[in-house]
């Protein structure tokens, strides 16, 4: 996975390994706010991941259109997984057209121009997505869209609500990242620093956000000037995956 190649740290849009979503329940019967409820998925796929192929609510279609949608996103689903993400765009586009109340294509539709560096046009779709799902998965690549176009009240806006539903684990510390990832890119590489190290460095069990996590601690720890504290970073990142994106680089440069 690619994890060190975006602004300024690990990023949530590479290695889809991540278990499928489960039976999903809802957290907090209701918001005094008026705001939409969020589900917590347990677990659930890292943001950014290519969905699965399970249309949720295809209301008014025959059988021979529900079957013919399925085929459509399950191709442009494997586009995306192949990192054809021009080629999942221009089927993704007219079914995102003719099939707006679907939110698995919205969804999709938003990660493939989250993907494509599209970030207005993946604001609206995952937004859309979010609003008729009440799932926060995409959160985390919501906010990163936000922080590549400079807007970084909006995605600490949208860290605060990642915090607030506390999904899964592992899509809080992508969120993480990205929210550290926007105080470095406003020179603030402490306070980063420090929300970085908040997170869940020392778990268990490593997973691959354990190991973006750290690239992102090592990548600002070097940044922040901090040479040795970024080498022992590093160094425990290769020794749990040694060809980590570049690590090994990183490693060679530091030493």
Known sequence: MGDGDHRGGANPRRDESAPQRSEERWIDEGRSDGAPRRRAPEPTRKPGQRPPVELSDVGGLTVAERRRLTRQLSEA??????????????????????????????????????????????ISELEVFGEMSGSADQLPVLADCHRALGDHDRV????????????????????RIVAAGSLADQGELRSA?????????????????TLRLWYAIGDLQERAGDVPAARTTFERLASHEADFGDVADRLAALS
């Open 156 to 175: 600490a806006e949208l860290w605060e609500e990642l915090r607030e539903w506390s999904p899964d684990g592992d899509i809080v510390t992508e969120g």
């Open 77 to 122: 689903a494997d586009d995306f997984a192949n990192e054809r993400w021009e080629e999942a765009k221009r089927i993704l586009t007219p079914l995102a057209s003719r099939h707006a109340a679907v939110a698995e294509v919205r969804e999709l539709h938003g990660l493939t121009l989250y993907r494509l560096g599209r970030w207005a046009q993946a």
């Open 193 to 209: 620093l420090r929300l970085l190290e908040k997170g869940p460095t020392r778990p268990k069990r490593v997973k691959p956000s």
